[in-house]
């Protein structure tokens, strides 16, 4: 019988879309491995990131991805135009980044990307056309329409909390 191939996970976790979604539904986030057990009962996490706007650097769930789970830390500052700082950090972008970079590049067989946020979806897809099986992990209530779109269309795996 041929052994089953090994699952291995890139993870890209959006701290402040999962924190919001647990904050729109009357809770917080708090300990972190309930939103991984889904993931790390499929396969192995080899790669890990954790993007968050700078300011949210010291908030105990970063803490807890970085130590206790060893993802890595992305901090991420605020978008600068000219002299005037907008309320919007980079995290989208510096995650879309090097998802894609990792996608491309590596060994990995999974893509799960710990976000309901649809800016998201452009890179399920990509992770999909690249022939990753890709994982999106949401917020109920906060998870962008298409994802569950996606779902249906069997381009990705849908859990949501």
Aim: hydrophobic residues 40%; glycine residues 6%; contains cysteine.
């Amino acid at each position: 019988m041929p052994r089953k191939k090994k699952r291995l996970f890139a993870v890209f976790f959006d701290y402040k879309n999962i924190s919001d979604g647990f904050e729109q539904n009357g809770g917080e986030l708090g300990d972190i491995y309930p939103l991984l057990k889904s993931i790390l009962e499929q396969g192995e996490i080899i790669f890990a990131f954790v993007f968050v706007p700078d300011h949210f650097i010291s908030k105990s769930p970063v803490r807890q991805l970085s130590y206790k789970y060893r993802f890595h830390v992305v901090a991420c500052p605020r978008q600068i135009y000219g002299v005037v700082a907008k309320d919007k950090d980079s995290v989208d972008a510096m995650m879309d980044s090097l998802a894609r970079r990792y996608i491309e590049h590596s060994n990995i067989t999974d893509v799960a990307i710990f976000s309901g946020d649809g800016d998201f979806t452009e890179l399920a897809t990509y992770a999909f056309w690249r022939k990753k099986k890709v994982t999106v992990v949401g917020v109920r209530n906060s998870t962008n329409g298409r994802f569950m779109e996606m779902a249906k269309e069997e381009i990705i795996d849908l859990v949501q909390h």
